[in-house]
């Protein structure tokens, strides 16, 4: 049990990885705090996870406003009497389109959702941690804005970009304190965002050395790692959970 005993906030738990994470943060014996916007599916997965005899509770709300993440962290406390870690997940990749096309509205949503949502996180969770002597924060970044240009996703690639320097800083800003922060930087994995038509499945699997996408339990794995003491000396990295892709040219 990698994470007995941590209480540790997830946001995107309502599908795909975070919801991957839930399940499996649950049998490694974290506290869970759920969160996104789906009520029902995080109620759902918050049951299920206590009918199998884990700790969830559910949050529903929008990770771009500032109270909710703090609402998140409070809820925490309240709930199980500290905070220990977080996987701060939910994103979103917004509308596709070349930089020109693309309207303001869009790049400034998509860098709320996926980026400025991750300084309102940092900025609840980080003291909270303080109080109980350090704990482990996990960004999910991504392979587009790493080392491939996606075209179209400008937007997408900045705020995941800027969660790689934003991690870096927190690092060391509060490594003193114990707190660690890295990113995980997810390859192609089978999710809501990576849609259904299999001939964009075949060309993302192309992308990668393992010439196949993820399970989002597989990149869940990399997350409960980095956010377990197993983890205790990894911190500021931009951590891959690829398939290959960042060293794939084939
Ligand atoms: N799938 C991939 O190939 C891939 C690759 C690299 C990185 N990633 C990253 O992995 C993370 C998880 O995505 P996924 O692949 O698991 O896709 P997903 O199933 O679409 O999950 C996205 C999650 O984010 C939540 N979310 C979106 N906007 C939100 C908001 N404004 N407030 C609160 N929650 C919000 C969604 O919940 P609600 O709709 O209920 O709010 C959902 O739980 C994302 O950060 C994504 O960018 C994915």
Do not use: C
């Not at 020109?100 to 003291?127: C, D, G, Y």
């Not at 399970?215 to 869940?220: F, L």
């Amino acid at each position: 049990m990698q994470l007995k005993d941590k209480t540790i906030i997830i946001t995107g738990a309502s599908s795909g990885i975070g919801a991957a994470a839930a399940m499996l943060f649950a049998q490694e014996g974290a506290n869970l705090v759920l969160g996104a916007r789906r009520r029902a599916e995080l109620t759902t997965l918050a049951d299920q996870i206590t009918q199998s005899s884990g700790q969830a509770v559910a949050l529903a709300g929008d990770v771009q406003e500032e109270d909710y993440n703090a609402a998140l962290v409070k809820l925490a406390v309240e709930q199980f009497g500290s905070l220990n870690g977080a996987f701060n997940n939910a994103g979103t990749m917004g509308e596709m389109g070349p930089i020109p096309a693309m309207n303001t509205e869009n790049w400034r949503s998509v860098l709320e959702v996926n980026l400025t949502s991750a300084f309102f996180a940092a900025k609840h969770q980080i003291p909270a941690m303080k109080t109980t002597g350090g704990g482990a924060l996990v960004f999910t970044s991504s392979f587009v804005g790493h080392t491939i240009g996606f075209p179209g996703m400008g937007a997408y690639a900045a705020a995941k970009a800027g969660l790689v320097g934003l991690t870096q800083v927190l690092a060391a800003e509060h490594g003193p304190e114990g707190i660690r922060a890295n990113a995980l930087l997810p390859g192609g994995t089978k999710t809501a965002m990576a849609g259904d038509d299999p001939e964009f499945h075949e060309f993302v699997k192309g992308l990668h050395a393992l010439k196949r996408m993820a399970e989002p339990k597989e990149i869940a794995q990399a997350a409960a790692f980095l956010l377990s003491d197993h983890a205790s000396f990894v911190t500021g990295t931009a951590f891959l959970a690829d398939g290959g892709n960042s060293i794939n040219k084939t």
